[in-house]
């Protein structure tokens, strides 16, 4: 009977101690967790305030972003990362309360077309200047003796030194 | 009985500027020269008309007649009566006043000044100045409510409620009550940046205007020479100079009053300000080639009339709301007949281009991919390529909505990173430019003179590379941009500032050999002769100093956020200076005006020990309207910015919530703008010179009336 006792007394002492253990554990873990003002603004940062214009949620001083801002730290405290964060807002809230629209589907549109659009400029350009240096005639610019640059200067400068001394 | 009186004034001007544009049209077509001076004196009128209204406008605003429904919305009862003036762009339809008048008084000014010069493009500068005018007028004088009944019958009853609304769109319409009190002004804007910023970026908006004026003219008139670029040159830059400044003011603003560190969001409203100025900046150098060369005529138009559309368009989107959500544009006739307004001048501008591509045939041809031509074309291409990535992704959102029924944004991480890399280019062609003489460079002495900058540059960047503490700050958030880049970019800046230096080095010397004048009295002479040239030079070196500050905070800006008990601190530590610490000492309260009560903290800054000063960042607490508003306090040095907001307090103080930044080399944003400004004034500056080269254009063109008045 006492052996008996004894026994479930060892068991119970033993399982508290585990349990304290893993309470305490569970509790440093958390505190080790709680994410800090930078590192939640951090993701706040790639959110847009979903009721004002043109603001991210980091800098939003309205309810909404506080409250929504909280939610980040709690997601980051279960260990989510950024980019789940990002999706869990998304998917809840819609695209548009991203930064950025997701690079999928219609939303490619946003990269794709300026990227186009810059290499089209940049290959008419090329084209441009490549068809009308062919068709200029080439004239070999006659080698000045001296610095001609500095020649057009002095030729300005006297220029315009006349016309001053003409007032 | 005031507001009548208004009211009858912006009616008249209404009416007189289309008489003006009509006369001035069929005067020139018919050759009846009295039409054309009746069409003058309409435009004077006009002015004046306008100038009335502003002035019973601003009485009813001072004077407080709630009666009138602006005046109840823009001002209280409460506010300083310097506020209440400056409420006159404090919302729509005083905007739309204000810029209206302001375009009458451009309008007068550009048709007086060039009448004896270029008669021969002065009807068709009524026409067109005067139809915009027309247009605004049109808006805030309550016409289109007079298509309410006609849509209405014709089954449109959704149009139809949108016109009559279009009544109480100007601004002296009045209320059958009369409200005790005001709304008052939006407290973001009681603010001395937000007073001058509104006039300043209209003044540049309205400036385009007369630039757009004189092309059409002298494209519809066939009198495509060299008159009329001459004549724009100074127009364009003022109307440059004002959209700088405006720009430039709302950075500022927006850095102090708006308390979230940073001073440019890439918002749609912001965008539709810096659209124009891109694609104007991009005409000012191409038009120096037309000068220059008789090339890219064409060209030309199409930059000058795609700014005026920007322009056009920029009011529009700020006016209307159409960014922030489709759904706000149907709920006021001004979206849509901006947009029809828009369109219409777009195609009539294109149409008349086509019909005239004849007379714009190049004088000259390229002659070589080293040439300033050839840099000048680049330029050219990149400012578009900005210009055209800011647009796609400010109207993106409204594409998204339309075509595919997904609401999006577009914040700043899409137009820092396309935008980015293409500012970069530009600096790199600024840089180039000067060095590169007309029509081709010999590679022997563009070597010579590219020597001292790609070492200085070179030099830069393997220094700063080498500089351990830079590579842990240097990484843009949300990138995977690094220290290589920024390190480039610094370098591109240092060699673009000793081209520029070398240039004022080269022109001295030369000056001081032919001359025989001392370096200082050299300097100073080549300057002034030279204005527009070196004024030029100035603006880039402006340019150079904003990108310093610029890339400064973009890449190594230091944040933190953190609650505080009385008495504790925190650190923050500066890539530059070392480490500040801040130490919250408690909070305070104080009335800052009859209507606005503040809460402040007090705050102990040292950086490394050493004693550095008290911030008070805060709240204001405006009664009225029921709102908060940040103030942030900053340190300023040369090297950075302390920038600390007060986000929240618990407990009457006990413990308080900071945010606080270091701005590394925002200064130099600033002190940039203003060498940028002071360039750009002293280009306008008039020279004798300049006033002599117009007036052998004007006799060189052969056709001119002699003046009759």
Redesign the interface.
């Known amino acids: 009977m006492s052996e008996v006792l004894r026994t479930a007394l060892r068991c119970l002492a033993f399982s508290s101690f585990v349990l304290v253990l893993a309470l305490a554990w569970d509790v440093s873990g958390a505190l080790a967790q709680t994410p800090s003002?930078?590192e939640i603004?951090?993701v706040a940062?790639?959110l847009?305030c979903p009721t004002c214009?043109?603001?991210?949620v980091a800098?939003c001083?309205t309810e909404t972003c506080a409250q929504w801002r909280a939610k980040i730290g709690e997601l980051l405290a279960e260990g989510k990362t950024d980019q789940e964060i990002l999706e869990y807002f998304a998917a809840r809230y819609?695209?548009?309360?991203?930064?950025?629209?997701p690079t999928r589907?219609?939303?490619l549109?946003?990269?794709i077309?300026?990227?186009l659009?810059?290499l089209a400029?940049?290959g008419?350009?090329g084209y441009?200047?490549h068809r009308?240096?062919q068709?200029?005639v080439v004239?070999e610019?006659p080698a000045v003796p001296g610095?001609?640059?500095?020649d057009e200067?002095?030729r300005?400068?006297?220029q315009?030194?006349q016309?001053?001394q003409k007032? | 009985m005031a507001a009548d009186l208004g009211y009858v004034a912006l009616l008249l001007a209404f009416v007189l500027s289309v008489f003006a544009a009509l006369a001035a049209w069929w005067g020139e077509r018919r050759r009846t020269i009295e039409l054309v001076f009746s069409a003058r004196n309409s435009v004077l009128a006009v002015a004046g008309l306008l100038t009335l209204a502003v002035l019973i406008e601003l009485f009813l605003l001072l004077s407080g007649d709630f009666r009138v429904m602006y005046v109840a919305q823009v001002t209280n009862r409460a506010m300083p009566a310097f506020f209440k003036l400056t409420a006159l762009w404090g919302g729509q339809a005083g905007s739309l006043l204000f810029w209206s008048w302001l375009m009458a008084l451009f309008a007068a000014a550009a048709v007086l000044g060039g009448w004896q010069r270029t008669r021969l493009l002065i009807p068709k500068v009524i026409v067109v100045t005067q139809l915009t005018l027309a247009f605004f007028l049109s808006l805030i004088s309550g016409i289109w409510a007079l298509l309410a009944s006609p849509l209405e019958a014709l089954g449109m009853p959704a149009s139809a409620a949108l016109m009559s609304e279009m009544e109480t769109l100007t601004p002296f319409y009045q209320l059958k009550f009369t409200p005790v009190d005001g709304n008052g002004l939006n407290p973001l804007l009681r603010h001395w940046g937000m007073i001058i910023h509104p006039p300043l970026l209209y003044l540049g908006f309205v400036g385009f205007v007369i630039p757009f004026a004189f092309a059409v003219a002298a494209l519809s008139t066939r009198q495509t020479g060299d008159l009329w670029i001459r004549v724009i040159r100074r127009w364009t830059l003022v109307a440059w100079l004002f959209l700088s400044m405006g720009l430039l003011v709302g950075m500022w603003w927006a850095y102090g009053v708006l308390g979230?560190g940073g001073y440019w969001?890439w918002?749609?409203v912001e965008n539709a300000a810096l659209m124009p100025w891109l694609t104007g900046t991009a005409f000012l150098h191409s038009v120096i080639i037309q000068e220059r060369r008789g090339m890219f005529k064409v060209w030309n138009m199409v930059l000058i009339m795609v700014t005026y559309g920007l322009v056009i368009f920029g009011t529009f989107l700020t006016r209307s709301g159409v960014?922030?959500s489709v759904h706000a544009f149907a709920q006021s006739g001004v979206g849509p007949l901006f947009l029809g307004f828009v369109a219409a001048t777009f195609v009539a501008s294109v149409l008349l281009l086509f019909t005239r591509l004849d007379s714009l045939r190049s004088e000259n041809?390229?002659?070589?991919?080293v040439s300033r031509e050839?840099v000048f074309?680049?330029n050219n291409?990149l400012f578009?390529?900005i210009f055209?990535?800011t647009f796609?992704?400010t109207i993106?959102?409204v594409?998204?909505e339309l075509?595919?029924g997904?609401?999006?944004?577009?914040?700043?991480?899409?137009f820092n990173q396309?935008n980015g890399p293409?500012f970069g280019l530009l600096v790199l062609t600024m840089g180039i430019a000067p060095l590169m003489?007309w029509?081709?460079a010999?590679p022997g002495?563009l070597a010579r003179l590219l020597v001292w900058p790609v070492l200085a540059g070179l030099a830069t960047t393997l220094g700063l590379l080498a500089v351990p503490t830079l590579r842990q700050f240097a990484i843009l958030?949300?990138t995977s941009l690094r220290i290589v880049p920024v390190t480039a970019f610094y370098g591109l800046l240092v060699f673009t500032l000793v081209v520029i230096g070398q240039e004022f080095w080269?022109?001295t010397r030369?000056?001081r050999?032919?001359?025989g004048e001392a370096y200082w009295t050299a300097l100073v002479n080549l300057v002034r002769?030279?204005r527009r040239r070196y004024g030029g030079y100035l603006v880039h070196l402006g340019v150079v100093l904003i990108a310093l500050g610029v890339i400064g905070t973009q890449f190594f800006k230091v944040?933190?956020?953190?609650?505080l008990a009385r008495g504790e601190s925190f650190t923050i530590t500066s890539p530059l200076t070392g480490t500040y610490t801040v130490t919250y000492e408690g909070l305070s309260a104080s009335i800052v005006a009859e209507d606005v009560r503040r809460t402040a903290a007090v705050l102990k800054i040292t950086r490394e020990g050493q004693f550095v000063g008290l911030l008070q960042p805060g709240q204001d607490f405006f009664i009225a309207q029921e709102q908060?508003m940040?103030t942030p306090a900053m340190h300023h040095s040369l090297a950075e910015d302390l920038y600390i907001i007060l986000?929240g307090w618990e407990d009457g103080g006990v413990t308080a919530?900071f945010k606080a930044y270091v701005e590394p080399l925002i200064n130099w944003l600033w002190i940039g703008g203003l060498v940028f400004i002071l360039g750009t004034a002293m280009a306008v500056w008039p020279t004798?010179?300049e006033e002599?080269r117009i007036a052998v254009a004007t006799s060189a063109s052969g056709r001119v009336v002699t003046a009759r008045s």
């Open positions: 003002p930078d603004n951090r940062k790639m847009s214009a043109g603001i991210n800098d001083p819609g695209d548009h309360v991203l930064q950025v629209p589907g219609f939303f549109g946003v990269w077309v300026p990227i659009a810059i400029g940049l008419t350009f441009l200047v009308w240096t068709r200029s004239r610019i610095d001609i640059v500095e200067y002095v300005r400068v006297e315009e030194l016309l001053w007032k | 979230w969001g918002d749609p960014v922030s041809a390229l002659d070589s991919w050839a074309l680049l291409v578009l390529a055209f990535v796609w992704g993106f959102p594409i998204s075509l595919a997904q609401k999006a944004i577009v914040g700043p991480p899409f396309v293409l003489p029509r081709r010999s002495k958030p949300g080269r022109g030369t000056r050999r032919a001359v002769y030279n944040e933190t956020q953190r609650n908060a940040t986000a919530t004798p010179v002599r």
